[in-house]
């Protein structure tokens, strides 16, 4: 017994601690139990994980906990499980360790915010879900940490809920991704109807008895309902458009939750489900589908954000795509891969990108920064680091797992791998058109500029001069800076070979030299458009006007939804359900019934003349019928 | 009825025949009168004109209940004519008249 | 005399008490007996704590009246066990949230309230059709003249619209019994599914359904199923909080209750064939809830109508005639009955602090009041169905069912799944977030220990219910399968669709 | 002789019954009433009802119509304005009377089993002798119990028509 | 055959007791009043409700059997009813003291005409010949238009009591035409003699029996305000003095139906088919009209008057079944509602003040909080009316529709049933106004109760409740006295 349970159970006791006593604790303590209750639970994973041999070539099949029956109805039984296999090994690390970065990257940003306690328990409580979601041995468990996690989300992106674009952007996000979940839990429910179990490992290894052409239809139906699920919470294509607004929230959330480790759910969710996915092919060739498009557009509205979070939300869309392709062509290990990898890189981005916020006091538009390299150079640094990776510089994490995934692509589909490599291209342009736009060129920033649309409001320095986070930022910001760098060094793909076996054959040299050359062409251009030249990008712009905005608006995709889905929907419940359906025609008929009868007795009323000889009428009237019924009309019967 | 020559004796169904008239002249007469006297009268008249079914009637069975009950029935008929004309006092004393019509306030 | 013959009649007991006691003391006593009561009646839980028997428990069984022979009889199963516990609960806590809310004829409210207690236990424990017609009805008294007397402006409308609705229906029901009783000569339920289940009471397909639509009427309205809802929304927006808070969290349940004892096991065929447009009504129900809730300027009705939605899911566990969908049904009136209760308590609680339910009213009431935004979230959740809180349990194991019944119908009645969340939310947001005005902070104080008193029980109910649910579901699990087994027996044809043939190549492989 | 009498005395009944409905002045109608009943007194001694016949004239013509009179009398009712019927008397009221009278018509003259005719004397049920013994043996029940209601007829009298205590 | 045969013996007279008691005591009462010295108040009440006491025990105790040749038969009918007759008559008598004071209008002969009145009930329900039942329903009918119009001052009364007489006696023209055919056709008038010749095996010609039938039906059908017949009722129940009213809705009432089950279901049994029918009609007719005209009454007498017709159709539902449960029904019916309608408009009474001029529906507004025990108690007996469980209407009610499946009239079930959810609506605007209304001025003088008038309004309460609790009390005894 390894007591699996703990690591979930520290993050939330730290959440109940916060949330309850919290405005009672002083800051230290605050923090202590905060990043305390992380910390422990990354030793506890840690642990447990040499307690079985992760490291050491042992846990090459599943080991589960089982704690108690949590739903017991007919055959149908849902237990709480936790179980814990290479997959999990690596998540675990990944969300605990990062998540132990950012919780302490959070003490220095936040510490100038309202709510302190308020945030560090949501971001506690963010962590039990999200480990619930990692260890779950089935599907319900999951599916409770998938939504755990969401309403984590959803309380951080609306962490200063007094704005309304931000808590609309928590709605916003909570509504999507319960869309998501919509397919998820039909997919659940297929699978509990047909299998009896919701037990990952019993209906895998049901599933893997099963000839591949066995029902192939229920097996795309389930995947297909599962990726509904996964491009709601991993931001694909139809359902991305909640990521760029969660980037209302405080920028360490959006390291955590929005880049690091909750969106890649879905990625995790596919990979653990992955066996049902084999089963048809069809569905695996729509994830990539839907993962490469994701990929491709997303870099493509980047490339015009001026805001520096978006950009990097935007980039994250498009690198959840590209673990998403990964997975649709079947290079499972290489998606995880790049999940580790990018949370890595893309955490970093986000801090550093933070750091940059709270040096420039909360401004996010990058036309209002610029040569920041002389007031910040330790965020620089690092963040050059992560924009390294990501645009694919050879040897650096990003790089490492990218190219595992498009030469993935190019065995499985070549025009995939183009069309993946132009996207690396992109990529590399707008992370480094940030970074220059950033750091390079004159500071624009309007001296004394408060406060950015997000008022996390640094009263205590609001002054013109940007200035270098303290050492608690910086800190982790350079231990993701190694990991960026190193991260691909960490042989994910072999280390989950016994899960994900690897295709043989070395794939042909060219395919990484071209990959990296896109990216290196990217950095080259963005220096050439924002260091060299900075008047060529409006020209540009101008001149291919009708694509400028285009993308500038991001295609238009929220109006669109808001016009097809939201208006009808709102507007047809209010004057058509409500107005007409309830108020006008089913209250019409019980009242109608009701004057009906006032009608009837109005009737009667007026046959009560008072006058003695009108009621002697009637009796005679009375009498000739009952003579008839009974002495005439009697006779018949 | 059979016509032609008059017979010796007519059948007892022309006497019920007879009452028949009388009590729809009396309902008639209910109906048509104003006076609430005369409406009173006709209620009379109905019961004289059962009175005549009865007497025949037992006649026709050849046993005398039928005188029996008539007799019941004019002795009730005097005990209403006691109280019915009590009554009509008091809402002559009233109203000061005999329209039946005009009795007629209690309605809806 | 059982235990359960106590907890029956203590409330009517209260109820003379209060009148007899002076006006003074009528709040503390109505407190302090039906915390009694409550007391009182988690006795009921002992034979059903460590094993869970199927049959009956504390069946009390004398002659009411010899002829036309009616009979007293009351006893427990694993299906009224948990709703009686409902109403014991919360009438204490309707006492509780009542305390400063009612002031005027304080004396009759209470009692009016343990009447009100005293029908709802008598409707979920009789075994006897005539008992249970009686309770019907008396409880339905109550609850009239608490929305008519202490309800708001149109509390006048409201109530008698509540009363006729209700008598339209159950006068049918009426006679549907008597014409049983005609049939069978007897009014004891336990009899007369006996007959059904022993073939020696069989109707033809016409009778069976004129008399199961003649109950399914009565319980239809009460639910309320679609098209007959629009009581509902009005009763609740004028009711008092307390009267709100016993309608749906119990009076409401007779109604599903009754749906589950008696038209589906008493006529089983006709169940089976109606089942179709039923469980269309129910999804119908579900969807139109949740989007006319979604435009609801008024905090009550918007609460109202999201019943009308939570409902429909119940109606679509009990007919889709599975294991599952019935347990969720069940589990889901329970769930109904704590969340949408806290929900019109909190609601209540603002109602106190503003005087007012219109939404626009409100905004930021965050800032001022952080516990209560606190709680009024949870409650949100738990009404939108997040795991680890109760009604998540009860949704999943419906549509669960459903997806086994039919999965056309899972399809669309998940759609009702969002949409909660829709309307919820940006009830939440409009109430809670934003900038709140002077005159709203000012009159926005944050729970008192009262309020506390009354809705953290509610409070930790949700959290234990969605987390353990198993200390509940074994022996509502028992007595559905009881259920399952006598709708089974005629049954014609199954609605179920045969699982596919994969599952038994899956079989044989392993 | 019998058909003849009958034939007389019913064309008076009739004809008063007539004049009873039309004439507008209530004493006219009261004393046409008086002539309905004479006939009417007659016929029952044609069918044999000799204690009856006299009770009729002393009862009824005598008591009952003195009675009436001495109230028209009193309250010296005049002639009524006009003729007006109550609409629903003449529509409703008028049709379905002569269908009634229509319907014990046809009963009297087909369904009624036809029985020897009326001849004067063929009956002695009805004399006095008769009629007093069944009326105390058979009848003494009902006879007595008429005392009651003659008690109610002067109480209501005293009740409706004395003059105010106070 | 000797005279001495037919002498009475003291067996006639025992069963005839009550009657002998009552009437007695009427006439005792006028003594009294005869020598009462001016300005005495009189204590005729007292001896009023001395007689119905001891009518009472008299009543339930007499042997069963047939009395004085046959005129009268004792049997569990007769004493059923003759016993809710007198108990009616005690409560009545209850409820009009305080109100004749109150008039100042109090004299014995009031008291006299009811007790005169309940001997005509009386001798109505025990009657096994024609001739008594005409007898009886006279006395019991000319001292109820009396009584109508006792307060001979006030217009409304006068005319309830023209109005009652003139159409009273009018139908009983008919009722009479009808007994003379039944004699014709059937050759006798008593009860038993008439069953006997249908059923023998010269049967007259049914068409005849049929048209008798008819015209019976009509005189019964208007005493018991059945549609459409009841023109009358409306308009005498809301100009009579309030406690004549409920006597009115339910001694007669009683009565007339206790004759009906006689007649119909006891002589004319074997033509069943032919009258059945039509009372199916009359019975709809009834609910229908007395339900839907009084949704729309504004007067709180007047209401009751519809409603006492809707009542009556409910009750003639259950003499359509023509059946032992439908009697037993109707028995049960007619006591629950004796209770249930005294006891309404014995509070009534009291709300209306002298003169009855508060008797407007919104008159009542908020006397719920001026006389909370008097608007609980009138709330009491509105439930029954609608027929909410626990109290007898319903019980009535149910068991009425019980009879009715019992012999398959299903739809006019169905139909009666969704009336008495119409019902519902008119009889809960009372309590509406009564509770949910804030107090008008008109209850600001209210002078408290008389203790026998409280007794009457808490006597019936009682028996309300208690015949809606233990129905057994009177169930058992009414299918045991049940016709067939």
Known sequence: ?637 | MPLGPLPAAVPPSWYLTLSAILFALGVLGFLLRRNIITVFMSIELMLNAVNLSFITFSYVLKRNDGHIFSFFVMVVAAAEAAVGLAIILTVFKNRQTLEIDEVSSLKN | MSLLDIVLFLPLVGFFLLLILPKQSSRMAAMVISLAIFVVSLGLLMPYWFQYPSGHTFSTDIQWISYPPIRYHVALDGLSLWLVLLSTLLTPIAALVSWNYIDKRVKEYYAFLLLLEFGVIGVFISMDLFLFYVFWEVSLVPMYFLIGIWGHERRIYAAVKFFLFTMAGSVLMLGAIIFLYNRTGTFDYGQIQGMIQTGSLVFDARTEMILFLAFFMAFAIKVPIFPLHTWLPDAHVEAPTAGSLMLASVMLKMGTYGLLRFCVTLFPDAAHRSAPWIVGLAIVGIIYGALVALVQPNMKKLVAYSSVSHLGFVVLGIFTFTQQGLDGAVYQMLNHGISTGALFILVGFLYERRHSLEISAYGGVATPAPNLAIIFLITTLASIGLPTLNNFVGEYLVLQGTAGANFGWAVFASLGVIFSACYMLWLYQRTFFGRASESLSHHMPDLTTREWAAILPLVLLMVWMGSFAQTFLPSISVQNAAILEQTKKLRTERVAIPAPQFVEASRANR | MDALLFMIFAAIAVICGINLVVQTHPISSALSLVGVMGALAALYLLLGGEFIAAAQLVVYAGAIMVLFVFVIMLLNAGTEKKMTVRPLGKYLGAPFLLLFFGMIAYMIQRILPASSPVVFGAFQGGTALEIGRSLFTVYLLPFEVTSVLILIAILGAIVLARKEVD | MPIANFLPTNVDYARFLPELILTVAGVLIMFLEALRSEGRRTNAGLVAILALVLALPAALMSSSGPAFQGMLVIDGMATFFRTLVIVVGLLVVFSSTDYLRRENQESGEYYALILFSIVGQCVMVSANELVMIFIGLEISSIASYILAGYLRDDARNNEAALKYFLLGSFATAFLLYGVAWMYGATGSTNLTEIRRALISGAAPPEALIGVAAALIFVGLAFKISAAPFQGWAPDVYQGAPAPVSAFLTVGPKAAAFAVLLRIFLGSLEPIAARWAPAIWVCALATMVVGNFAAIMQSNIKRLLAYSSIAHAGYVLVAVAANSGTGSAAAMFYLAAYAFTNIGAFAVVTYFSRKGERYVGIDDFAGLAQRQPGMAAMLTIFLLSLIGVPLTGGFFGKFYIFKAALDSKLIWLTVLGLLNSAVAAYYYLRILVVMYFREPGESVETLPPAGALLQIAVYGSAVGTLLLGIFPSLILDFANRAAIR
């Not at chain 1, 303590?29 to 079985?52: C, E, H, R």
């Not at chain 1, 996000?173 to 179990?197: E, K, P, Q, S, W």
């Not at chain 1, 080259?524 to 006007?545: D, Q, R």
């Not at chain 1, 009560?608 to 000889?613: A, D, H, L, T, V």
Request: aromatic letters at 14%; a neutral charge.
């Open chain 1, 1 to 637: 017994m390894q007591q699996l349970w703990l690591i979930p159970i520290l993050p939330l006791l730290g959440f109940l601690l916060n949330g309850i006593f919290g405005k009672r604790l002083a800051k230290p303590v605050i923090n202590a139990i905060a990043v305390g209750s992380v910390l422990l639970s990354f030793l506890w994973v840690v642990k447990t994980l040499s307690g079985l041999g992760a490291f050491s070539g042992g846990l090459d099949q599943t080991y589960k906990e089982h704690y108690y029956t949590w739903i017991q109805s007919g055959a149908l039984n849902i237990s709480v499980d936790f179980a814990i296999d290479r997959l999990t090994a690596v998540m675990l690390m990944v969300v605990t360790g990062v998540g132990a970065l950012i919780h302490i990257y959070s003490i220095g940003y936040m510490s100038h915010e309202g709510g302190y306690y308020r945030f560090f328990a949501y971001l506690n409580l963010f962590m039990f879900f999200m480990l619930i979601l990692v260890l779950g041995a089935n599907f319900l468990i999951l599916f409770v940490g998938w939504e755990g996690v969401g309403l984590c989300s959803y309380l951080l992106i609306g962490f200063y809920f007094l704005e309304k674009f931000a808590t609309d952007a928590g709605n916003k996000a909570f509504i999507v991704n319960r869309i998501g979940d919509f397919g998820f839990a039909l997919a659940i429910f297929l699978v509990g109807f047909h299998f009896n179990t919701l037990d990952f490992t019993t209906v895998m290894t049901q599933v893997k008895g099963m000839p591949i052409e066995v029902s192939a239809g229920l097996f795309t139906a389930i995947s297909l309902l599962l990726l509904v699920g996964a491009t709601g919470k991993s931001a694909q294509i139809p359902l991305y458009v909640w990521l760029p607004d969660a980037m209302a929230g405080p920028t360490p959330v959006s390291a955590l939750i929005h880049a690091a480790t909750m969106v890649t759910a879905g990625v995790y969710m596919i990979a653990r489900t992955s066996q049902i996915y084999l089963h048809s092919t069809w569905a695996l060739d729509i994830v990539a589908i839907v993962g490469l498009t994701t990929a491709f557009v997303a870099a493509t509205i980047g490339l015009a954000q001026n805001d520096i979070k978006k950009v990097f939300a935007y980039s994250t869309v498009s690198q959840l795509g590209y673990m998403f392709v990964g997975l649709g062509v079947g290079a499972f290990s290489a998606g995880i891969f790049h999940l580790m990898t990018h949370a890595f890189f893309k955490a970093l981005l986000f801090l550093g990108a933070g750091s940059v916020i709270h040096a420039c006091s909360g401004e996010q538009d990058m036309r209002h920064m610029g040569g920041l390299r002389k007031y910040t150079p330790i965020t620089m640094v690092t963040l050059l680091c992560g924009s390294l990776a990501i645009a694919g510089f050879p040897y650096l994490s990003g790089a490492a797992s990218k190219d595992l995934i498009l030469e993935a692509a190019y065995e499985h589909a070549p025009w995939m791998y183009w069309v993946g490599v132009f996207t690396a291209g992109m990529t590399a342009f707008y992370v480094f058109r940030a970074f220059f736009m950033t750091f390079f060129g004159e500071y624009k920033g309007k001296p004394a500029s408060g406060h950015g649309h997000d008022d996390h409001g640094h009263d205590d320095h609001g002054h013109g001069e940007p200035h270098e986070s303290p050492a608690v930022m910086w800190i982790p910001l350079a231990i993701l800076a190694v990991l960026s760098l190193g991260g691909g060094f960490i042989n994910i793909p072999h280390f989950l070979e016994p899960i994900f076996p690897l295709q043989e054959g070395e794939p042909a040299r060219w395919l990484e030299y071209v990959a990296t050359a896109a990216g290196l062409g990217g950095i080259a251009l963005a220096y050439l458009f924002y260091v060299l030249s900075p008047s060529l990008p409006e020209s540009i712009a101008s001149t291919f006007k009708g694509v400028h905005t285009l993308i500038y608006n991001k295609y238009f995709v929220d109006e669109f939804y808001d016009s097809t889905v939201v208006e009808p929907i709102v507007g047809g419940s209010r004057q058509l359900l409500w107005r007409v359906g309830d108020v006008r025609l089913i209250d019409g008929i019980a009242n109608g019934i009701g004057s009906t009868a006032r009608g009837i007795g109005g009737i009667l009323r007026r046959a009560q003349s008072g006058y003695i000889r009108s009621y002697a009428a009637w009796v005679i009237a009375g009498t000739v019928l009952a003579i008839a019924y009974i002495g005439f009309m009697g006779a018949s019967r």
